[in-house]
């Protein structure tokens, strides 16, 4: 008696999370738990990675994931310093669906571009003051990878925070996350610097931002979004640029 063959075919691959991943949400649960407030120095990476049981390059990856969320810094010379706290809630596990690694890079970069737009037509006579001074940190960070990215990440998620529904900003830092987690892949892993972010391309970076900014104090809405746009277009050409999984 034949038996029948057994089919396979339902098994696949099991995605494993990088340890770095798993230490960058440690260093957060950090973060929160001691209530640990901006400018707070974290240990240095070899002190963590003593307390990891890792490999100091395991815990720089780990601190250039937490530089994508604008959570941490890292300044040259002196060490990584925690640049903001969010709520325990604000930003879970990306949903496979929010993934470009699910081939759905287009229609995120558009989702992405639609939320800040959000935040800009529902701006109203929102104060200005905390877009000014994350432009200001943006402009001291140019040349500094770690601490630009990290800077880069708080400035638009203050953009969408002028709309004042939490709900928006959350999704779009979900959605801006995502992205930059495939556009600096090899910078998070590698730490390889991309070439838009060269020091000599800082005039080419600001005049990206400086823009925005500009149209939101004139209270021009139409200007605010084309320049809004303009940024998501060219983050689109960098993420087509960027090394694929």
Not at 193 to 199: G, Q, Y
Request: charged letters at 25%.
């Amino acid at each position: 008696m034949t038996r029948p063959q057994l089919d396979v075919t339902a098994l696949g691959p099991i995605s494993v999370p990088r340890l770095s991943d798993a230490i960058a949400e440690q260093i957060r649960d950090l973060i929160e738990g001691q209530d640990l407030q901006e400018g707070t120095k974290l240990p240095s990476e070899r002190v963590l990675a003593e307390r990891f049981g890792t490999s100091r390059p395991t815990v720089s990856q780990a601190i250039r994931t937490l530089a994508l969320r604008g959570l941490v810094e890292s300044r040259r010379g002196s060490g990584a310093y925690v640049l903001r706290r969010l709520d325990p809630d604000d930003v879970p596990q990306v949903p496979s669906l929010l993934s470009p690694d699910a081939g759905n890079l287009d229609a995120l970069v558009e989702l992405r571009g639609w939320l800040e737009g959000l935040g800009v037509q529902h701006a109203g006579a929102a104060d200005l003051g905390g877009v000014r001074r994350a432009l200001e940190r943006l402009a001291e960070s140019v040349g500094e990878t770690s601490t630009w990215i990290a800077a880069d990440t708080v400035f638009h998620a203050a953009v969408v925070r002028l709309a004042g529904n939490p709900v928006l900003t959350t999704l779009y830092e979900r959605v801006h996350t995502s992205l930059l987690e495939h556009e600096y892949r090899a910078w998070v892993e590698r730490d390889e610097v991309p070439a838009w972010l060269a020091p000599s391309e800082a005039g080419s970076q600001m005049a990206l931002h400086e823009p925005i900014v500009a149209a939101l104090e004139r209270g021009d809405t139409a200007a605010a979004l084309v320049a809004c746009d303009r940024h998501n277009q060219v983050m689109r050409e960098h993420l087509l640029r960027s090394p694929q999984p």
